[in-house]
């Protein structure tokens, strides 16, 4: 499969632990997006990422969360001390370049995180 | 930043019925696409859509980047069609973030 690759699918946390989203781009894509989709709501943007670089996070809460997209393996949302308002479907999206014309977001399965 | 509005908020349908979704937007945009979020909520692209018409099947989309609009058509609806409908533009200059629309909800009936 040649598409976005989110684990895990289905995470459940207690209030206070980590949460920790994964997310393997397209191949040849060097752009990851990652946005939150909170119960009965659109997709709200929160971080967009090079590799090794933050672009733009003016979407990401200013608190316990953070992003990373290393020079190898996944990228990663990181999400401290987890509360109950953090439960909500976690989209990663990859593009080959940004801005690039003709190119489209591909959107992963999610992440659907569940804060006991 | 750029606003998008998706109308109707809500929809329903017989199965065999044709339907139009629309998308407004309050800027210049680079770019545009149409998804489908099924129940399982997957999100599926269906078109990408800066600007002019395409057809995929049963579904069309035409965008009208000058009056800053966007239609989905759906044909001959049928009941794997139900799910929400967003759109989600690029405003020009916004390096690719993606600011989506509040979505249609569409249940179609068999």
């Known amino acids: 499969n040649a598409g976005v690759m989110q684990n895990p699918r289905h995470l459940v946390r207690r209030r206070g632990q980590e949460a920790r989203l994964r997310c393997s781009p397209m191949?040849?894509?060097?752009?990851v997006y990652w946005y939150r989709q909170l119960p009965e709501e659109g997709l709200k943007f929160m971080v967009y990422?090079?590799?090794?670089?933050?672009?733009?996070e003016s979407g990401m809460p200013k608190e316990r969360f953070s992003a990373e997209f290393p020079k190898e393996g996944p990228s990663i949302l990181r999400i401290q001390q987890v509360v109950r308002g953090d439960s909500a479907a976690y989209f990663c999206?990859?593009?080959?370049?940004?801005?690039?014309?003709?190119?489209?977001?591909?959107f992963g399965d999610g992440t659907r995180l569940s804060i006991l | 930043g750029i606003q998008v509005e998706q109308s109707p908020p809500d929809l329903i349908l017989q199965e065999g019925a044709n339907s139009t979704l629309r998308c407004n937007f309050s800027?210049?945009?680079?770019?545009l696409q149409w998804f489908h979020q099924n129940p399982w909520g997957q999100l599926i692209n269906l078109f990408y859509i800066p600007s002019g018409t395409k057809q995929n099947g049963r579904l069309s989309a035409t965008t009208v980047a000058t009056e800053r609009y966007s239609l989905l058509y759906i044909s001959s609806s049928q009941t794997t069609d139900s799910g929400v409908y967003f759109c989600a533009v690029e405003r020009l200059g916004s390096y690719g973030k993606l600011t989506f629309g509040q979505g249609t909800i569409l249940t179609v009936h068999p």
């Open positions: 990422l090079q590799k090794e670089n933050i672009i733009d």
């Open positions: 191949k040849g894509h060097s752009h």
């Open positions: 800027d210049s945009v680079n770019n």
């Open positions: 999206a990859s593009s080959p370049l940004s801005g690039q014309i003709n190119q489209p977001q591909h």
